[in-house]
């Protein structure tokens, strides 16, 4: 029986020691994330509540909230609005973001990185800023209280978030690909879609839903920029508890935070899958 040395003891040594921080790590991080998250799932059981309260736990447990939700027309209509504006929005921004992206990696050109700078810019800049920026912008335009105005204004804010997943998942592609194919006579349009795209389609599809979930939730700008007929759900949701304390709100909270894990869920798998094709 060979006895370990003073090297391999150190070893082992080491060893526990990685495992042990690796899971005071784990902890640690596990409730950080029940401390977060807590106050945001506790709405779902609060939703299947009765009618006229908003407790934990609900003393009965119905879905008549959910019932009032969809036969409310001032609700469905704001979740319908929502959805259009961010179905839009995540169109435009992908159009925009997943070319920007490509370009802003694969290619050199003067003032590089004050354009990069100028569309991210959306996102180092306080959001009330923007929203007030686009207020006034639109009001000389008369677009403010249009589906379109808000549209635009979405686009704007989602499409750098956009570019960044893009030029997260150029940087993982081989440019070798690229550029046999544009030796082997490809115009730069056939390389992009045909070389490009498809390996990319994992990077669009995640960086698609991460548009849409911050749209459909986004508050601010939508406040701006809404009129009566174009209310969006989280402006309808705001004007709900600033007014009047409806019971219905936590349906609508658990309904959006469900939608949100889902679509995160999703595209965090996309990543993921991204990642170990390469």
Not at 93 to 110: C, H, K, N, S
Not at 180 to 208: E, H, N, W, Y
Not at 212 to 236: H, N, Q, R
Request: hydrophobic residues 55%.
């Amino acid at each position: 029986m060979r006895m370990p040395t003073p090297a391999n003891r150190n070893e082992v040594v080491i060893d526990r020691l990685s495992l042990r921080y690796a899971r005071l790590r784990g902890a640690i991080a596990l409730v950080i994330y029940a401390f977060i998250l807590t106050p945001t799932l506790i709405v779902i059981p609060i939703s299947f509540g009765g009618s006229g309260e908003l407790t934990f736990p609900p003393r009965v447990w119905t879905i008549e909230l959910y019932q009032q939700l969809f036969s409310s027309q001032s609700w469905v209509e704001a979740i319908l609005q929502s959805a259009k504006v961010a179905g839009m929005a995540t169109l435009g921004a992908t159009l925009i973001g997943v070319p920007a992206g490509y370009g802003v990696v694969r290619f050199a050109f003067p003032g590089k990185r004050l354009v990069l700078l100028l569309l991210m810019s959306p996102m180092v800049v306080p959001i009330i800023v923007i929203a007030l920026g686009l207020y006034i912008y639109f009001s000389r335009l008369h677009i403010v209280g249009s589906t379109a105005g808000l549209v635009v204004s979405h686009i704007a804010y989602v499409t750098p978030f956009v570019m960044v997943t893009i030029m997260a998942g150029v940087k993982k592609l081989d440019p070798a690909l690229e550029f046999a194919a544009s030796i082997m006579g490809s115009k730069p349009l056939a390389v992009f879609s045909k070389v490009v795209l498809p390996q990319l389609r994992p990077s669009i599809t995640a960086s698609a839903l991460f548009a849409f979930i911050l749209s459909f939730d986004e508050v601010v700008i939508a406040w701006f920029l809404t009129g009566p007929s174009t209310t969006t759900l989280p402006v309808k949701m705001y004007s709900s508890i600033a007014w009047e304390i409806s019971p219905v709100i936590a349906a609508v909270s658990a309904l959006l935070t469900v939608l949100s894990i889902v679509l995160c869920c999703v595209s965090v798998m996309l990543q993921r899958s991204e990642r170990s094709s390469h």
